[in-house]
């Protein structure tokens, strides 16, 4: 059984910033790519950034320059800085890992509000 908690959202005004973190427990042998989704209301949720065990990183074309996603492998987190917020990038965002135990298998966060608003 592998969870994935993620912590950090909240409200923040335009032009802010906010740190998301995702940690990943349980039988754990490896973590290959991690990664983080977004879901506004109405709309398909989408990739907002992913990153491979070695640290080659990948973004979305609506949050280059503004994101940066990184990753604690001794840790097993992620996280996801985001800076120079738009009311645009309000949404759940989601966590994602590819987790290595007895199989390798896909596993999601919870969810967690990102607000921008003011």
């Known amino acids: 059984q592998v969870q994935l908690v993620e912590s950090g959202g909240g409200l923040v005004q335009p032009g802010g910033s906010l740190r998301l973190s995702c940690a990943a427990s349980?039988?754990?042998?490896?973590?290959?790519?991690m990664g983080w989704y977004r879901q506004a209301p109405g709309k398909q949720r989408e990739l907002v950034a992913s990153?491979?065990?070695?640290?080659?990183?990948n973004y979305a074309d609506s949050v280059k320059g503004r994101f940066t996603i990184s990753r604690d492998n001794a840790k097993n987190t992620e996280y996801l800085q985001m800076d120079s917020l738009k009311p645009e990038d309000t949404a759940v965002y989601y966590c994602?890992?590819?987790?290595?135990?007895?199989?390798?298998?896909?596993?999601w966060g919870q969810g967690t509000q990102v607000t921008v608003s003011s």
């Open positions: 994602n890992a590819v987790v290595r135990t007895k199989r390798t298998l896909n596993y």
């Open positions: 349980g039988s754990i042998v490896s973590i290959n790519d």
């Open positions: 990153i491979t065990s070695g640290g080659s990183t």
